[in-house]
């Protein structure tokens, strides 16, 4: 007979997939970002450059936070 | 390990070598994660790679460069030349008695050569259907982002010289 995983274990797997959506979407933007900054730099806009390698930054820091999330709670997850 | 095997069981190697490719190519979440920050910080290091180009930006020196004597081509009519290398190649247009435009012929979607369709009066991209005016080089339709640069000309007695390229934005 299987032996039923304990709920704290599933809670941590909800945790995890939902870190993983966020860097998703993160990814998603910065990508749309890095064109939207090239697409300006090809057409002589240089200054909209800082504002989006900033912002580019921010969401990369944001994506290692929830990296970190998820190694944290996925090692809890696995000493129960 | 038995001296004999049954021949119809697995080969020999999956003995030896016990590894399956299906949990070889198993990613977990974990790691799956990584590659996504991985990623992000790509995308970051190419906002970063923009940003130091945007500020070490040295605007080019164009020579001038004679394209045509006034008169050389009738009006409608077009004439290629390169500017500002040999490699660049520009279509000089007569709009009218006195009024002339050049423009790259590098289409701004993937590169493909324009050329003047004079009777819907623009500039016609071959490849993906994209089209720009010919007054002054915007897009009219397609997947183009961006208006096609502009060569400045300048009249001289009765030639014509280009002095520069004018990158033009879409906003």
Redesign the interface.
Known sequence: MKVPEPPERWRG?TA??G??AL??V??IV??W??SA???????????T??P??FA??V??FA??G??LF??KV?REARKR | MPLFRHPEKSPLWRDEFSIHAADERYVTRRQFAKFLTLASLGMFAGNLWILLRAWFYKKPVYPTTHVASLGEIPVGDVKLFHYPTAQEQCILIRLSVDAYVAYSQKCTHLSCAVYYAPEHQRLECPCHEGYFSVRDGSVLQGPPPRPLPRVVLEKLRNDLFATGIEIQSSG
């Open positions: 797997l995890i997939d870190a993983l860097i998703a993160l990814l910065q990508l970002l890095l900054t090239l697409e300006s730099f090809l057409a002589g806009h240089r200054e450059a800082l989006a390698a580019s930054g969401m990369l994506c290692f929830l990296y998820v190694e996925d």
